[in-house]
């Protein structure tokens, strides 16, 4: 008889256990941020910026921050979405943190490390930090999205990091963003770590530490290429767009020039057929009505709509049907430019204007995220926008619509400054810039950052000492006399019997021969009513040209500091689009002859300039008819 075999026990299954993640691994350019980042606070205190474009992972440069952080860090975010992004790349590390946010559902401030929006935290400033924490006071707050703190004092972020440093005088602040420039302000910081000055030096945030440029990020294949196509259809008009006090655009105008715009219908067909071959589209509208408009082209299924007034749920739930490609089409009103993360996106359609650089940028950066399939990011802009995507804001508001960055050496320094200005070919024809923004070491102060050279291509000379200084400048930087007002100097000649002031309507240049047959170059400036002042120069000698230079063409050169140096009056008069007239001259008579004796460049004051004619009642009508060559 066959023996029995014992009963087979029942085979039982191991209890599944959760894969472990691996732990996160940072890209090159990221390690050296975090490392640039440590060395700055080793030695300051000052605020810093770290610069990485949309898509290339400041949350993990957080994370790594945090997670090296030996004393107690706050990070903030002006979004839910970012506090929650954030907050998950520090979880991938296998550590614990709280978050701090209403939007999240969440007030906890216990743990070493706290994510939390901005809203919430400055609401509740003693909760956040309080000071029987296990932990003790903040050590270290991080800025996410750092472009938004404001100079105001009383503004969310200052108030925080104001609190912060009640608690902690030696509280490090740093800031991370892709867009490091506030419209109206420039750069939000004052030095770079290439060795320039950027920003104001009022500026909150001292240093830039870090900064990894988009097209080196594309290059490198850590961003899809952002493809610009010039459209053949209708575009908005936005040209006649003037932005207000705040420096934006007025929403009424705006909507003038978009609802129930012929344009509209052409451009949405447009873009849905660039899209036949593309995973996710986001579309940019100028305004609520405008987008309403524009859901009307699209096509029902596959088409959603997400603006500020849209409920905090449905919202989630649009943006998650369109992560997950049940939406091709996310339309929007201003409110997914940061913060919002769908790698998919290959097609960006611009239907508004935008203000700055920055708005641009954090716009396309929207399409730049790697993802399967995707090769490159389409950008289809039907606003005529004129921001180059590679090329920042050069320290300030473009001051003219043909403005571009130009590129102008330090005659002191030899620092390359980038200044907005224009070129005629390869020639810099004129530029706005101020003050070299090159750093130069100070021998007396080994070890510090650098001082900004001194070199000035635009100034006003103070009478007391003769220190040039900036051209808004009140009180003289080297002896600290106040400098004469410019209305003063005007009131003053028009009180001599023998001055002639004139409102400078042109300046005409001539080569012409004077009496002994010697060439001289006459210079004539005419007011509205047709008077006139003249004065001459000679250029045959090196020092008569030297003294041309340093009396004339620095202050009327419209690219001072670039080198240009005419050997004839000729040279002078065929380089005339080089120069700019003053604003006001003032001659006294000296025999029977009128000599020029002051020239009011960069004027603001209460007259009205000749370029201002036609305008607004004049200012200058409240100080009387004093002088016929004024009014």
Known sequence: MASLRPAQ??????????????????RPYQREAVQRVIQHFRGSDDPAVVVLPTGSGKSLVIAELARLARGRVLVLAHVRELVEQNHAKYLAYGLQADIFSAGLKRRESGRQVVFGSVQSVVRHLDAVSDTEARYGPFTLLVIDECHRVSLEQDSSYRKVIEHLRSRNPRLKVLGLTATPYRLGQGFIYYRHYHGMVRGEEGAFFRDCVFEQPLRLMVRQGFLCEPVKVDAAVAHYDFSSLVPGGSGLFREEEVNRIVSGNRATPGIIADVIEH????????IFAASVPHAQEIMGYLPTEGSALVTGNTDGDERTRLIEAFKARHIKFLVNVSVLTTGFDAPHVDLIAILRPTESVGLYQQIVGRGLRLSPDKSDCLVLDYAGNPWDLYAPEVGGVRPRSDSEPVQVECPACGHANLFWGKRDGEIVIEHYGRRCQGLVDNPEEAGTAGQQCTFRFRFKVCGECGAENDIAARRCHGCQTLLVDADDKLRAALKLRDAKVLRVSGMQLDAVVNGRGLPRLKVTYHDEDGATLDEWFALETTAQRNAFGAVFLRHHSRAPGVPWSPRSPQEVCAGQQRLRAPDFVVGRKVGRHWKVRE?????????????????EQDADDAIGHECCHLQ
Do not use: E, H, N, W
């Open 275 to 282: 899209a036949r071959q593309r995973q996710g589209v986001m």
């Open 599 to 615: 020239k009011l460049f960069d004027y603001v004051g209460r007259y009205r300039k000749a370029a201002s004619a036609g305008g």
């Open 9 to 26: 026990q029942p085979i039982l299954k191991p209890t599944p256990q959760p894969t472990p993640q691996p732990t996160p691994q940072l």
